[in-house]
Protein backbone atom coordinates (compact mmCIF):
# COMPACT_ATOMS: atom_id res chain seq x y z
CA UNK A 1 0.00 0.00 0.00
CA UNK A 2 0.82 3.71 0.00
CA UNK A 3 0.42 4.63 3.68
CA UNK A 4 2.03 2.46 6.64
CA UNK A 5 -1.11 0.89 8.07
CA UNK A 6 -1.37 0.28 11.91
CA UNK A 7 -3.79 -1.52 13.90
CA UNK A 8 -5.63 -0.97 16.02
CA UNK A 9 -5.75 2.94 16.61
CA UNK A 10 -6.26 2.36 20.50
CA UNK A 11 -5.36 -0.44 22.44
CA UNK A 12 -6.88 -0.17 26.36
CA UNK A 13 -5.18 -3.03 28.57
CA UNK A 14 -5.27 -3.53 32.08
CA UNK A 15 -2.06 -3.20 33.57
CA UNK A 16 -0.37 -7.03 33.34
CA UNK A 17 -1.77 -7.92 30.49
CA UNK A 18 -0.29 -8.31 26.64
CA UNK A 19 -0.62 -5.77 24.16
CA UNK A 20 0.30 -6.12 20.35
CA UNK A 21 0.72 -3.65 17.97
CA UNK A 22 0.74 -4.80 14.16
CA UNK A 23 2.46 -2.35 11.40
CA UNK A 24 2.23 -2.92 7.21
CA UNK A 25 4.95 -0.93 5.83
CA UNK A 26 4.68 1.12 2.29
CA UNK A 27 5.14 -1.63 -0.08
CA UNK A 28 8.46 -1.94 -1.71
CA UNK A 29 9.91 -0.16 1.85
CA UNK A 30 12.83 -2.81 3.74
CA UNK A 31 12.52 -0.38 7.16
CA UNK A 32 10.80 -0.45 9.59
CA UNK A 33 10.97 1.92 12.51
CA UNK A 34 8.78 2.29 16.08
CA UNK A 35 9.12 4.70 17.76
CA UNK A 36 7.22 5.72 21.15
CA UNK A 37 5.67 9.02 21.65
CA UNK A 38 5.21 9.80 25.85
CA UNK A 39 3.67 13.10 26.88
CA UNK A 40 2.43 14.13 23.80
CA UNK A 41 6.08 15.44 22.18
CA UNK A 42 8.79 13.37 23.31
CA UNK A 43 10.09 10.96 20.73
CA UNK A 44 11.85 7.59 21.82
CA UNK A 45 13.39 4.73 19.27
CA UNK A 46 12.48 1.48 20.11
CA UNK A 47 14.07 -0.61 17.13
CA UNK A 48 14.24 -0.89 14.00
CA UNK A 49 14.44 -3.51 10.92
CA UNK A 50 15.77 -4.20 7.65
CA UNK A 51 13.87 -6.48 6.01
CA UNK A 52 12.73 -9.58 8.60
CA UNK A 53 16.37 -8.86 10.54
CA UNK A 54 16.47 -6.34 13.55
CA UNK A 55 18.83 -3.44 12.91
CA UNK A 56 19.25 -1.35 15.49
CA UNK A 57 17.17 -2.58 18.75
CA UNK A 58 19.13 0.11 21.48
CA UNK A 59 15.74 1.44 22.13
CA UNK A 60 14.22 -1.69 23.14
CA UNK A 61 13.20 -2.15 26.98
CA UNK A 62 14.58 -6.16 27.28
CA UNK A 63 12.45 -7.62 29.80
CA UNK A 64 8.70 -6.87 28.50
CA UNK A 65 9.07 -5.65 24.38
CA UNK A 66 9.87 -7.34 21.74
CA UNK A 67 9.43 -7.11 18.01
CA UNK A 68 9.00 -9.34 14.39
CA UNK A 69 9.23 -8.37 10.58
CA UNK A 70 8.32 -11.92 9.62
CA UNK A 71 7.82 -12.39 5.58
CA UNK A 72 4.31 -11.83 4.16
CA UNK A 73 3.20 -10.83 7.28
CA UNK A 74 2.46 -6.89 9.37
CA UNK A 75 5.99 -6.43 11.80
CA UNK A 76 4.65 -6.73 15.48
CA UNK A 77 5.43 -4.95 18.63
CA UNK A 78 4.31 -7.16 21.68
CA UNK A 79 4.89 -6.19 25.40
CA UNK A 80 4.35 -8.57 27.69
CA UNK A 81 3.31 -8.00 31.10
CA UNK A 82 2.11 -3.97 30.96
CA UNK A 83 2.55 -1.22 33.09
CA UNK A 84 0.63 2.07 33.49
CA UNK A 85 4.29 3.82 31.99
CA UNK A 86 4.08 2.28 28.46
CA UNK A 87 0.65 4.05 28.19
CA UNK A 88 1.62 6.04 25.12
CA UNK A 89 1.46 6.64 21.38
CA UNK A 90 3.61 3.82 19.44
CA UNK A 91 4.41 4.86 15.77
CA UNK A 92 5.86 2.78 13.14
CA UNK A 93 7.49 4.10 10.03
CA UNK A 94 9.25 2.87 6.82
CA UNK A 95 12.00 3.62 4.75
CA UNK A 96 12.81 2.69 1.30
CA UNK A 97 16.49 3.39 1.51
CA UNK A 98 16.76 3.64 5.53
CA UNK A 99 17.20 7.40 5.16
CA UNK A 100 13.48 9.44 4.51
CA UNK A 101 10.66 7.79 6.79
CA UNK A 102 7.16 7.54 6.46
CA UNK A 103 4.97 7.28 9.81
CA UNK A 104 1.73 5.32 10.15
CA UNK A 105 -1.08 6.85 12.31
CA UNK A 106 0.11 5.00 15.37
CA UNK A 107 -1.75 2.91 17.86
CA UNK A 108 -2.32 4.77 21.05
CA UNK A 109 -1.71 2.27 24.11
CA UNK A 110 -3.69 3.48 27.36
CA UNK A 111 -3.00 0.53 30.21
CA UNK A 112 -5.23 1.60 33.08
CA UNK B 1 24.94 10.54 21.28
CA UNK B 2 23.11 12.74 19.08
CA UNK B 3 20.78 15.64 20.66
CA UNK B 4 17.99 17.99 19.11
CA UNK B 5 17.03 21.24 20.74
CA UNK B 6 13.70 23.18 19.89
CA UNK B 7 14.06 26.28 22.21
CA UNK B 8 10.20 27.51 21.41
CA UNK B 9 7.91 25.16 22.81
CA UNK B 10 4.65 26.88 21.91
CA UNK B 11 4.01 30.04 19.58
CA UNK B 12 1.32 31.71 19.25
CA UNK B 13 0.74 33.84 15.89
CA UNK B 14 -1.65 35.90 14.25
CA UNK B 15 -2.64 34.92 10.39
CA UNK B 16 -0.18 36.41 7.71
CA UNK B 17 2.62 36.87 10.45
CA UNK B 18 6.09 35.02 9.54
CA UNK B 19 7.42 32.37 11.28
CA UNK B 20 10.97 31.20 12.45
CA UNK B 21 10.93 28.20 14.68
CA UNK B 22 14.86 27.42 15.73
CA UNK B 23 16.25 24.01 16.04
CA UNK B 24 19.66 23.43 16.84
CA UNK B 25 21.44 19.78 16.60
CA UNK B 26 24.45 18.01 18.62
CA UNK B 27 26.91 15.52 16.32
CA UNK B 28 30.17 15.61 15.26
CA UNK B 29 29.72 13.10 12.03
CA UNK B 30 27.51 13.93 8.98
CA UNK B 31 23.49 14.32 9.40
CA UNK B 32 20.22 14.16 7.52
CA UNK B 33 18.24 16.81 9.52
CA UNK B 34 14.18 16.86 8.75
CA UNK B 35 11.22 18.99 9.48
CA UNK B 36 7.92 17.01 10.65
CA UNK B 37 4.53 18.20 11.50
CA UNK B 38 2.09 16.72 13.66
CA UNK B 39 -1.73 17.90 13.11
CA UNK B 40 -4.27 17.24 16.28
CA UNK B 41 -4.65 13.59 15.93
CA UNK B 42 -2.65 12.64 13.10
CA UNK B 43 1.15 11.00 12.41
CA UNK B 44 3.56 12.93 11.59
CA UNK B 45 4.14 14.02 8.14
CA UNK B 46 7.47 15.26 6.83
CA UNK B 47 7.70 19.22 6.10
CA UNK B 48 10.90 19.07 4.28
CA UNK B 49 14.71 17.63 4.14
CA UNK B 50 18.27 18.32 3.84
CA UNK B 51 20.42 15.27 2.91
CA UNK B 52 23.78 17.46 1.17
CA UNK B 53 23.37 20.47 -1.39
CA UNK B 54 21.86 23.83 -1.30
CA UNK B 55 21.27 24.56 2.16
CA UNK B 56 18.28 26.46 1.70
CA UNK B 57 15.67 23.75 1.22
CA UNK B 58 12.02 24.01 0.64
CA UNK B 59 9.16 22.17 1.44
CA UNK B 60 5.43 21.40 1.86
CA UNK B 61 3.30 23.95 2.37
CA UNK B 62 5.26 27.14 1.20
CA UNK B 63 7.85 26.03 4.46
CA UNK B 64 11.21 26.51 3.90
CA UNK B 65 14.80 25.96 5.98
CA UNK B 66 18.28 26.84 5.94
CA UNK B 67 20.77 24.30 7.38
CA UNK B 68 24.00 26.42 8.88
CA UNK B 69 26.66 23.66 9.73
CA UNK B 70 28.74 26.36 11.62
CA UNK B 71 25.58 27.10 13.92
CA UNK B 72 24.64 22.86 14.28
CA UNK B 73 21.22 24.79 13.28
CA UNK B 74 18.07 24.35 11.34
CA UNK B 75 15.70 26.45 11.60
CA UNK B 76 12.03 26.29 9.96
CA UNK B 77 10.69 29.08 8.24
CA UNK B 78 7.22 30.27 6.48
CA UNK B 79 6.66 34.19 5.46
CA UNK B 80 3.08 34.25 6.00
CA UNK B 81 1.21 32.03 8.01
CA UNK B 82 -2.28 29.98 7.89
CA UNK B 83 -4.73 28.83 10.58
CA UNK B 84 -4.96 26.34 8.70
CA UNK B 85 -0.59 25.65 10.15
CA UNK B 86 -1.70 25.10 13.57
CA UNK B 87 0.05 21.49 14.51
CA UNK B 88 3.02 20.84 16.26
CA UNK B 89 6.30 20.47 14.40
CA UNK B 90 9.16 18.34 15.37
CA UNK B 91 13.11 18.69 14.33
CA UNK B 92 14.61 15.54 14.06
CA UNK B 93 17.69 14.42 12.46
CA UNK B 94 19.70 11.13 12.18
CA UNK B 95 23.12 10.05 11.42
CA UNK B 96 24.34 10.08 7.45
CA UNK B 97 23.73 6.78 6.68
CA UNK B 98 21.73 3.71 5.96
CA UNK B 99 18.53 3.39 8.73
CA UNK B 100 19.57 5.49 11.24
CA UNK B 101 17.11 6.16 13.79
CA UNK B 102 15.64 9.43 14.12
CA UNK B 103 16.42 11.50 17.15
CA UNK B 104 13.41 14.33 17.82
CA UNK B 105 13.55 17.32 19.59
CA UNK B 106 10.74 17.98 22.53
CA UNK B 107 8.70 19.94 19.51
CA UNK B 108 7.22 23.50 18.98
CA UNK B 109 3.44 23.86 19.60
CA UNK B 110 2.37 26.53 16.81
CA UNK B 111 -0.90 28.43 17.50
CA UNK B 112 -2.24 30.65 14.22
CA UNK B 113 -4.84 33.01 15.18
CA UNK B 114 -7.24 34.59 13.00
Known amino acids: GEEVAQTPKHLVRGEGQKAKLYCAPI?????VFWYQQVLKNEFKFLIS????????ETGMPKERFSAKCLPNSPCSLEIQATKLEDSAVYFC??????????FGQGTRLTVV | AQSVSQHNHHVILSEAASLELGCNYSYGGTVNLFWYVQYPGQHLQLLLKYFSGDPLVKGIKGFEAEFIKSKFSFNLRKPSVQWSDTAEYFC????????????FGTGTRLQVTL
Open chain 1, 49 to 56: FQNENVFD
Open chain 1, 93 to 102: ASSQLGVEAF
Open chain 1, 27 to 31: KGHSY
Open chain 2, 92 to 103: AVNAGGTASKLT
